[in-house]
């Protein structure tokens, strides 16, 4: 299994997505967020740790966004479709 490559601008971008602040993704993710803002403050891929670039994708996800690989359409972020309720 391999590791999902994110950048800083999917980072961003899931958080638009969800509609979550720095303090509200820190709170999800269990990384400081002294740590988001030194992150998101650079460009490319997110770097850091990798445990901490696990957790922050991983709270987004649950969060409802899709990380998109590069897959020769740029990779991306998008919201997750929900599944429909049973009636």
């Given at each position: 299994m391999s590791i999902l490559k994110v950048s800083i601008r999917q980072i961003k971008a899931a958080r638009a997505l969800v509609g979550w602040s720095q303090d509200d993704l820190a709170g999800k993710s269990g990384v400081s967020s002294p740590t988001i803002k030194?992150?998101?403050?650079?460009?490319?891929e997110l770097g850091g740790r990798a445990d901490t670039g696990a957790a922050l994708v991983a709270a987004l996800e649950k969060g409802g966004v899709e990380f998109i690989p590069e897959n020769g359409g740029g990779a991306g972020v998008?919201?997750?479709k929900r599944a429909k309720k049973a009636k």
């Open positions: 030194r992150l998101e403050a650079a460009d490319g998008r919201l997750a």
